[in-house]
Nanobody, 122 residues
């Protein structure tokens, strides 16, 4: 399984970005996919996850109402729409394939993409 995250960049506070996670080597619609982020000096933290059905989504409290996870199974791609960005959203964002356990735990995921940098500046 290979996961490729893209779409990061530099954006002003209050702006928006859409991240993409493209997967290869896996039947995408069989798997849940999660987004995590890691800021400098901090542990990797859960952002959002999407189960096979888009109606089953999970969000960290810090991003609820601002971020939206979606997926296009035909394109083997999961998206993270990020709106109303704040400086504290600055981090490297990773997508990962879920394996088992709680959706908000790093150890529940077994395949990770390389990450894409998101920088929010004022």
């Amino acid at each position: 399984v290979q996961l490729q995250a893209s779409g990061g960049g530099l954006v002003r506070t209050g702006g928006s970005l859409r991240l993409s996670c493209a997967a290869s080597g896996v039947r995408f619609d069989d798997h849940a996919i999660g987004w995590f982020r890691q800021a400098p000096g901090k542990e990797r933290e859960f952002v959002a996850a999407s189960r096979r059905s888009i109606s089953n989504t999970f969000y960290a409290e810090s991003v609820k109402g601002r971020f939206t996870i979606s997926r296009d199974n035909a394109k083997n791609t999961v998206y993270l729409q990020m709106n109303s960005l704040k400086s504290e959203d600055t981090a490297v964002y990773y997508c990962a394939q879920y394996s088992s356990g709680s959706y908000d735990r790093v150890e529940s995921y077994d395949s990770w993409g390389q990450g894409t940098q998101v920088t929010v500046s004022s």
